[in-house]
Protein backbone atom coordinates (compact mmCIF):
# COMPACT_ATOMS: atom_id res chain seq x y z
CA UNK A 1 0.00 0.00 0.00
CA UNK A 2 1.10 3.55 -0.83
CA UNK A 3 2.51 5.65 2.33
CA UNK A 4 0.74 8.79 0.59
CA UNK A 5 -2.30 8.10 2.93
CA UNK A 6 -0.54 7.52 6.19
CA UNK A 7 1.08 10.65 5.73
CA UNK A 8 -2.37 12.38 5.29
CA UNK A 9 -4.07 10.03 8.12
CA UNK A 10 -0.98 11.18 10.36
CA UNK A 11 -0.86 14.79 9.57
CA UNK A 12 -4.87 14.86 9.91
CA UNK A 13 -4.29 12.89 13.69
CA UNK A 14 -1.91 15.38 14.67
CA UNK A 15 -3.88 17.88 14.07
CA UNK A 16 -7.41 16.73 16.09
CA UNK A 17 -5.02 15.96 18.81
CA UNK A 18 -3.73 19.52 19.26
CA UNK A 19 -7.34 20.90 18.30
CA UNK A 20 -8.75 19.15 21.41
CA UNK A 21 -5.73 20.02 23.50
CA UNK A 22 -6.42 23.48 22.71
CA UNK A 23 -10.08 23.26 22.97
CA UNK A 24 -9.02 21.76 26.81
CA UNK A 25 -6.40 24.37 27.65
CA UNK A 26 -8.91 27.35 27.18
CA UNK A 27 -10.82 26.12 30.29
CA UNK A 28 -7.65 25.65 32.24
CA UNK A 29 -6.57 29.00 30.96
CA UNK A 30 -9.50 30.52 32.92
CA UNK A 31 -9.29 27.98 36.19
CA UNK A 32 -5.85 29.80 36.09
CA UNK A 33 -7.11 33.43 36.54
CA UNK A 34 -10.06 32.28 38.59
CA UNK A 35 -7.72 30.70 40.98
CA UNK A 36 -5.18 33.13 40.85
CA UNK A 37 -2.12 31.21 39.65
CA UNK A 38 0.76 33.28 38.58
CA UNK A 39 1.45 33.00 34.61
CA UNK A 40 4.73 30.77 34.99
CA UNK A 41 2.83 28.19 37.52
CA UNK A 42 -0.21 28.75 35.19
CA UNK A 43 1.68 27.52 32.28
CA UNK A 44 2.56 24.51 34.88
CA UNK A 45 -1.48 23.89 34.85
CA UNK A 46 -2.58 24.08 31.49
CA UNK A 47 0.48 21.92 30.24
CA UNK A 48 -2.35 19.16 31.74
CA UNK A 49 -3.95 20.37 27.91
CA UNK A 50 -1.02 21.15 25.92
CA UNK A 51 1.18 17.76 26.69
CA UNK A 52 -1.93 15.80 26.21
CA UNK A 53 -1.71 14.96 22.37
CA UNK A 54 1.86 13.28 23.81
CA UNK A 55 0.16 11.71 26.87
CA UNK A 56 -2.43 10.08 24.45
CA UNK A 57 -0.08 9.40 21.87
CA UNK A 58 1.92 6.93 24.24
CA UNK A 59 -0.81 5.51 26.09
CA UNK A 60 -2.19 4.16 23.18
CA UNK A 61 0.94 3.02 21.45
CA UNK A 62 1.46 1.23 25.21
CA UNK A 63 -1.85 -0.32 25.06
CA UNK A 64 -1.17 -1.20 21.13
CA UNK A 65 2.44 -2.80 21.99
CA UNK A 66 4.15 -0.23 19.81
CA UNK A 67 6.08 1.18 23.52
CA UNK A 68 8.95 2.61 21.18
CA UNK A 69 7.12 4.53 19.10
CA UNK A 70 6.23 6.31 22.70
CA UNK A 71 9.38 6.34 23.37
CA UNK A 72 11.04 7.95 20.56
CA UNK A 73 7.94 10.56 20.59
CA UNK A 74 8.84 11.35 24.53
CA UNK A 75 12.41 11.78 23.71
CA UNK A 76 12.24 13.39 20.36
CA UNK A 77 9.58 16.05 21.42
CA UNK A 78 11.59 16.87 24.49
CA UNK A 79 14.88 17.72 22.36
CA UNK A 80 13.23 19.43 19.21
CA UNK A 81 10.75 21.38 21.33
CA UNK A 82 13.35 24.12 23.37
CA UNK A 83 14.81 25.80 20.66
CA UNK A 84 11.53 25.68 18.29
CA UNK A 85 9.72 27.39 21.16
CA UNK A 86 12.51 29.60 22.25
CA UNK A 87 13.16 30.86 18.70
CA UNK A 88 9.77 31.09 17.32
CA UNK A 89 8.98 32.92 20.79
CA UNK A 90 12.24 35.55 20.16
CA UNK A 91 11.16 36.42 16.79
CA UNK A 92 6.78 37.12 17.97
CA UNK A 93 8.31 39.45 20.72
CA UNK A 94 10.80 40.91 17.66
CA UNK A 95 7.98 41.50 15.45
CA UNK A 96 5.75 43.12 18.08
CA UNK A 97 8.04 45.02 18.86
CA UNK A 98 9.02 46.08 15.40
CA UNK A 99 5.78 46.81 14.47
CA UNK A 100 4.73 48.82 18.10
CA UNK A 101 7.98 51.11 16.92
CA UNK A 102 6.55 51.60 13.29
CA UNK A 103 3.12 53.02 15.06
CA UNK A 104 4.44 55.28 17.61
CA UNK A 105 7.82 57.10 15.69
CA UNK A 106 9.56 57.60 12.65
CA UNK A 107 12.54 55.74 14.25
CA UNK A 108 13.24 52.89 12.25
CA UNK A 109 15.75 51.39 14.87
CA UNK A 110 13.09 48.94 15.52
CA UNK A 111 15.28 46.28 13.45
CA UNK A 112 17.25 46.12 16.67
CA UNK A 113 17.15 42.57 17.97
CA UNK A 114 16.31 42.98 21.63
CA UNK A 115 16.95 40.13 24.28
CA UNK A 116 13.52 38.19 24.94
CA UNK A 117 13.08 39.13 28.65
CA UNK A 118 10.57 37.03 30.36
CA UNK A 119 9.65 37.04 34.53
CA UNK A 120 11.98 35.44 36.63
CA UNK A 121 9.55 32.95 38.08
CA UNK A 122 10.22 30.94 34.78
CA UNK A 123 13.74 29.98 36.47
CA UNK A 124 12.42 28.63 39.68
CA UNK A 125 9.34 27.23 38.98
CA UNK A 126 9.83 25.47 35.57
CA UNK A 127 13.76 24.92 34.80
CA UNK A 128 15.06 23.98 37.73
CA UNK A 129 12.96 21.45 38.70
CA UNK A 130 12.68 20.22 34.69
CA UNK A 131 16.56 19.41 35.28
CA UNK A 132 15.82 17.34 38.68
CA UNK A 133 12.95 15.26 37.04
CA UNK A 134 15.26 14.62 34.10
CA UNK A 135 18.47 13.77 36.56
CA UNK A 136 15.48 11.17 38.11
CA UNK A 137 14.37 9.82 34.90
CA UNK A 138 18.29 9.20 34.28
CA UNK A 139 18.55 7.80 38.06
CA UNK A 140 15.65 5.13 37.44
CA UNK A 141 16.08 4.19 33.55
CA UNK A 142 19.60 3.96 33.26
CA UNK A 143 21.96 1.92 35.94
CA UNK A 144 22.26 -1.71 35.19
CA UNK A 145 20.47 -3.50 38.22
CA UNK A 146 16.78 -1.35 37.24
CA UNK A 147 17.83 -0.54 33.32
CA UNK A 148 14.57 0.70 31.38
CA UNK A 149 10.82 1.32 32.07
CA UNK A 150 9.44 -0.52 34.94
CA UNK A 151 6.26 -0.11 36.47
CA UNK A 152 7.71 1.15 39.67
CA UNK A 153 9.56 3.99 37.28
CA UNK A 154 5.47 5.21 36.19
CA UNK A 155 4.79 5.99 40.03
CA UNK A 156 8.21 7.41 40.83
CA UNK A 157 7.61 9.99 37.64
CA UNK A 158 3.95 10.42 38.81
CA UNK A 159 4.67 11.29 41.80
CA UNK A 160 7.71 14.20 40.70
CA UNK A 161 5.15 15.64 38.92
CA UNK A 162 2.27 16.00 41.72
CA UNK A 163 5.77 17.81 43.20
CA UNK A 164 6.44 19.96 40.70
CA UNK A 165 2.49 20.90 40.40
CA UNK A 166 2.25 21.48 43.76
CA UNK A 167 5.31 23.53 43.83
CA UNK A 168 4.18 25.36 40.50
CA UNK A 169 0.81 26.41 41.73
CA UNK A 170 1.50 27.59 45.32
CA UNK A 171 3.97 30.30 44.15
CA UNK A 172 3.50 33.57 43.47
CA UNK A 173 -0.41 32.81 44.09
CA UNK A 174 -2.72 36.37 43.97
CA UNK A 175 -6.31 37.34 44.16
CA UNK A 176 -8.40 34.92 41.78
CA UNK A 177 -10.27 36.73 39.43
CA UNK A 178 -13.87 36.32 38.28
CA UNK A 179 -14.75 35.12 35.01
CA UNK A 180 -17.75 33.34 33.21
CA UNK A 181 -18.37 30.34 31.68
CA UNK A 182 -20.69 29.44 29.12
CA UNK A 183 -22.81 26.35 27.92
CA UNK A 184 -20.67 25.99 24.60
CA UNK A 185 -16.92 26.46 25.77
CA UNK A 186 -17.91 22.84 28.39
CA UNK A 187 -19.65 21.30 25.32
CA UNK A 188 -16.39 22.36 22.53
CA UNK A 189 -13.95 20.88 25.29
CA UNK A 190 -15.89 17.52 25.45
CA UNK A 191 -15.62 17.69 21.96
CA UNK A 192 -11.87 18.09 22.11
CA UNK A 193 -11.64 15.75 24.64
CA UNK A 194 -12.80 13.29 22.37
CA UNK A 195 -11.31 14.38 19.30
CA UNK A 196 -7.77 13.91 20.91
CA UNK A 197 -8.34 10.75 21.69
CA UNK A 198 -9.10 9.50 18.33
CA UNK A 199 -6.13 11.55 16.85
CA UNK A 200 -4.15 9.78 19.33
CA UNK A 201 -4.57 6.48 18.31
CA UNK A 202 -4.25 7.57 14.79
CA UNK A 203 -1.23 9.16 15.19
CA UNK A 204 0.55 5.78 16.47
CA UNK A 205 -1.23 3.77 13.68
CA UNK A 206 0.02 5.92 11.26
CA UNK A 207 2.92 5.85 12.29
CA UNK A 208 3.64 2.38 12.43
CA UNK A 209 2.04 1.75 8.82
CA UNK A 210 4.84 4.72 7.76
CA UNK A 211 8.10 3.27 9.70
CA UNK A 212 6.76 -0.31 8.61
CA UNK A 213 7.03 0.67 5.18
CA UNK A 214 9.89 2.94 4.89
CA UNK A 215 11.97 -0.09 7.25
CA UNK A 216 13.11 1.85 10.35
CA UNK A 217 12.72 1.34 13.87
CA UNK A 218 9.71 2.69 15.16
CA UNK A 219 11.45 4.57 18.09
CA UNK A 220 12.94 6.44 14.88
CA UNK A 221 10.21 6.94 13.87
CA UNK A 222 8.46 8.18 17.03
CA UNK A 223 12.10 10.22 17.54
CA UNK A 224 11.40 12.09 14.30
CA UNK A 225 8.23 11.94 13.01
CA UNK A 226 5.78 12.18 15.84
CA UNK A 227 7.74 14.17 17.78
CA UNK A 228 8.74 16.45 15.06
CA UNK A 229 4.77 17.09 13.88
CA UNK A 230 3.71 17.64 17.72
CA UNK A 231 5.54 20.24 17.97
CA UNK A 232 3.89 22.31 14.61
CA UNK A 233 0.53 23.24 16.67
CA UNK A 234 2.65 24.52 19.13
CA UNK A 235 5.19 26.78 17.44
CA UNK A 236 1.42 28.62 15.74
CA UNK A 237 0.10 28.75 19.62
CA UNK A 238 3.45 30.07 20.65
CA UNK A 239 3.14 33.10 18.06
CA UNK A 240 0.10 34.14 18.77
CA UNK A 241 0.61 34.36 22.89
CA UNK A 242 4.33 35.86 21.99
CA UNK A 243 3.13 38.51 20.02
CA UNK A 244 0.19 39.15 22.33
CA UNK A 245 2.88 40.07 24.74
CA UNK A 246 2.67 36.93 27.35
CA UNK A 247 6.43 36.37 26.85
CA UNK A 248 6.70 34.24 30.04
CA UNK A 249 3.89 32.27 29.35
CA UNK A 250 5.24 31.96 25.50
CA UNK A 251 9.12 30.78 26.68
CA UNK A 252 7.46 28.64 29.79
CA UNK A 253 4.95 26.96 28.23
CA UNK A 254 8.07 24.52 26.56
CA UNK A 255 9.63 23.35 30.03
CA UNK A 256 6.23 22.90 31.06
CA UNK A 257 4.71 21.19 28.52
CA UNK A 258 8.37 19.01 28.50
CA UNK A 259 8.01 18.67 32.25
CA UNK A 260 4.71 16.84 31.86
CA UNK A 261 5.83 14.63 29.15
CA UNK A 262 8.52 13.26 30.87
CA UNK A 263 6.22 12.84 34.01
CA UNK A 264 2.93 11.53 32.51
CA UNK A 265 3.82 10.25 29.13
CA UNK A 266 6.52 8.35 30.73
CA UNK A 267 3.83 7.05 32.84
CA UNK A 268 2.11 4.56 30.31
CA UNK A 269 5.28 3.16 28.82
CA UNK A 270 6.85 2.22 32.20
CA UNK A 271 3.42 0.87 33.56
CA UNK A 272 4.02 -1.48 30.75
CA UNK A 273 7.54 -2.49 31.37
CA UNK A 274 9.97 -1.18 28.27
CA UNK A 275 13.22 -2.41 28.03
CA UNK A 276 16.00 -0.56 26.49
CA UNK A 277 17.34 -2.14 23.81
CA UNK A 278 19.39 0.59 22.32
CA UNK A 279 21.15 1.58 25.21
CA UNK A 280 23.64 4.19 23.06
CA UNK A 281 20.54 5.52 21.56
CA UNK A 282 18.43 6.10 24.63
CA UNK A 283 21.37 7.51 26.28
CA UNK A 284 22.30 10.00 23.81
CA UNK A 285 18.83 11.31 23.80
CA UNK A 286 18.39 11.31 26.98
CA UNK A 287 21.62 13.51 27.29
CA UNK A 288 20.42 16.12 24.47
CA UNK A 289 17.18 16.30 26.62
CA UNK A 290 19.30 17.03 29.51
CA UNK A 291 21.75 19.72 27.94
CA UNK A 292 18.93 21.46 26.32
CA UNK A 293 17.55 21.96 29.83
CA UNK A 294 20.18 22.94 31.56
CA UNK A 295 21.35 25.56 28.75
CA UNK A 296 17.83 27.03 28.72
CA UNK A 297 18.07 27.51 32.97
CA UNK A 298 21.83 28.62 32.54
CA UNK A 299 20.51 31.34 30.18
CA UNK A 300 17.69 32.42 32.69
CA UNK A 301 20.16 33.24 35.48
CA UNK A 302 23.15 33.93 33.28
CA UNK A 303 21.94 35.80 30.18
CA UNK A 304 22.34 39.65 30.69
CA UNK A 305 20.22 40.74 31.20
CA UNK A 306 19.19 38.13 33.42
CA UNK A 307 16.30 36.02 32.92
CA UNK A 308 16.46 36.68 29.16
CA UNK A 309 16.98 35.54 25.67
CA UNK A 310 19.79 37.44 23.50
CA UNK A 311 19.79 36.35 19.98
CA UNK A 312 23.33 35.00 20.38
CA UNK A 313 21.84 32.42 23.04
CA UNK A 314 18.37 31.75 20.71
CA UNK A 315 21.02 30.76 18.18
CA UNK A 316 23.10 28.43 20.21
CA UNK A 317 20.12 26.40 21.25
CA UNK A 318 19.33 25.87 17.57
CA UNK A 319 23.14 24.82 16.81
CA UNK A 320 22.38 22.21 19.95
CA UNK A 321 19.73 21.02 17.93
CA UNK A 322 22.12 20.36 14.77
CA UNK A 323 24.41 18.93 16.86
CA UNK A 324 22.08 16.38 18.14
CA UNK A 325 21.22 15.78 14.58
CA UNK A 326 24.66 15.11 13.51
CA UNK A 327 25.44 12.80 16.32
CA UNK A 328 22.25 10.83 15.81
CA UNK A 329 23.24 10.33 11.81
CA UNK A 330 26.51 10.04 11.98
CA UNK A 331 27.21 8.90 15.52
CA UNK A 332 24.60 6.53 16.73
CA UNK A 333 22.17 5.20 13.51
CA UNK A 334 26.12 5.59 11.35
CA UNK A 335 24.01 6.42 7.97
Keep these: MSILPWVILLLASVYAAHWGADKIAEPLQKLRQQWGF ?12 TASPEIGTNTTSAIRGLSDIGLGNLLGSNIISVPAIVTVAYIASW ?66 YVIYLGNAV ?8 KVEW ?18 AYFTVTATEK ?31 VAGSGQLTAATTSVIADNTATMTLAFFPLAL ?42 VSILNGIYIVYLAVMVFGVLKV
Design 272 to 313: VTLPVDNLLLYSVNLAFVALLGIVYAAFLYLGKPRHSFSFKE
Design 182 to 199: NRKEIITAVIGIILLIFG
Design 38 to 49: SEAAGAAFVAFA
Design 95 to 160: WRNRKKSRSNSKNLNYISLKPLKVKSEALYVQAIPYLLIITLAALITLPKPWRGLQPIDAWIMLAA
Design 170 to 177: LRHRKQGE
Design 210 to 240: IVSNLGIPQVIGGLFITATLSIVPEVFATWS
